[in-house]
């Protein structure tokens, strides 16, 4: 049977979808990214894959989050992010911002971790092949790495551009004061950071308090915020016990222990804020981090269309007010996990 061929939805950016600037850049980017880190492997059925990654499209997403090890396994989102592109949307490649990172261990030996030139320029290779792509948009350092000179690091980055292989570099994860030698040594180089990627939710509020989001801001670079949703904490999926396909009852990256009754009841109160306005949970969450100023995009990531469309709908309402802030605020800080 041959497959039919995907046209876009010709209302692609009349969906509903908005753009805002990365820092100081000419760059604009979808308010919400599609995330690839946990759905989109070898264990994920290709038809979802590729049904999600078209319905994005259609309602506006442009933005692609990607990671050399990325999966599960290794590699595999890439790889189903290169089929499903290959057979979709090579026409659409200009209308595409794909992101990829390298900086965790991805292969055995010496070489296959970490922020090295040899890793960072043999990840970035084997990361366009598996994607099928001729370029990345944004290449990131995918975490600080505290052995590796950090001129090193930059250096590689810088170099990829000049390449060709990346048009923009960005960072992931990386301390306040390594942060700004790199932005300083990047824009020296003429390869400004175009992005910052970091966790910012509800109950991980760390790049407010240690100011990274300041400091990102300040140097004119877009901030992107990955787990909005705290694992799915801050969604209504565990307010009635602990689904069995959940990742607390897997035990991956959240323990069913976390799930306590004091938790559930401060979740259950900050969803009652979120039945107030109007939204599901997930949808607050997402529009309390759209709502912070120099954030550029949220990381998505979802399972099927339906969260994905549910997600969408965050950006309708990113205002606050007062109460609601504060009330947030006094809830959050009392959940510890």
């Given at each position: ?226 787990s909005p949703l705290a694992q799915g904490i801050l969604t209504a999926r565990y307010l009635h016990g602990i689904p069995s396909d959940s990742r607390a009852m897997q035990q991956r990256f959240l323990k069913s222990s976390q799930i306590s009754d004091d938790l559930v009841s401060k979740v259950s109160a900050l969803n009652d804020i979120a039945d107030g306005r109007g939204q599901t949970l997930a949808q607050m969450a997402l529009s309390w981090v759209l709502a912070h100023e120099g954030v550029t995009s949220v990381i998505v990531g979802c399972s099927s269309t339906a969260q994905l469309a549910d997600s969408m709908k965050a950006v309708e309402s990113k205002t606050f007010s007062d109460e ?14």
């Amino acid at each position: 049977m041959i497959e039919e061929i995907y046209k876009a939805d010709s209302n692609r950016y009349e969906s509903g979808m908005q753009y805002r600037r990365s820092g100081r850049s000419g760059i604009l980017l979808s308010e919400l990214s599609l995330g690839f880190w946990h759905n989109f492997g070898e264990t994920a059925p290709l038809e979802r894959s590729k049904e999600i990654m078209r319905f994005a499209f259609d309602h506006g997403i442009t933005s692609f989050d990607l990671a050399n090890n990325y999966g599960p396994g290794y590699g595999t989102a890439e790889e189903t992010f290169g089929f499903v592109y290959d057979k979709s949307f090579r026409p659409y490649r200009d209308e595409m911002f794909v992101a990829s990172k390298a900086g965790y261990d991805m292969w055995p030996g010496p070489y296959g971790n970490w922020g090295s030139r040899k890793y960072l320029m043999a990840s970035i290779d084997q990361s366009l092949k598996r994607t099928k792509l001729d370029y990345f948009d944004v290449f990131y350092s995918h975490r600080y790495d505290p052995e590796t000179p950090l001129e090193e690091t930059l250096q590689a980055l810088v170099d990829i551009v000049r390449m060709g292989k990346a048009l923009y570099v960005g960072i992931s994860r990386w301390p306040v004061e390594a942060s700004s030698f790199a932005f300083d040594y990047l824009k020296r180089h003429d390869t400004p950071c175009l992005l910052f990627q970091d966790r910012l939710n509800m109950i991980d509020r760390r790049v407010e308090e240690d100011g990274t989001l300041d400091n990102v801001r300040e140097n004119g670079s877009g901030f992107i915020a990955f787990s909005p949703l705290a694992q799915g904490i801050l969604t209504a999926r565990y307010l009635h016990g602990i689904p069995s396909d959940s990742r607390a009852m897997q035990q991956r990256f959240l323990k069913s222990s976390q799930i306590s009754d004091d938790l559930v009841s401060k979740v259950s109160a900050l969803n009652d804020i979120a039945d107030g306005r109007g939204q599901t949970l997930a949808q607050m969450a997402l529009s309390w981090v759209l709502a912070h100023e120099g954030v550029t995009s949220v990381i998505v990531g979802c399972s099927s269309t339906a969260q994905l469309a549910d997600s969408m709908k965050a950006v309708e309402s990113k205002t606050f007010s007062d109460e609601e802030l504060r009330r947030i605020e006094t809830i959050s800080a009392q959940i510890k996990l």
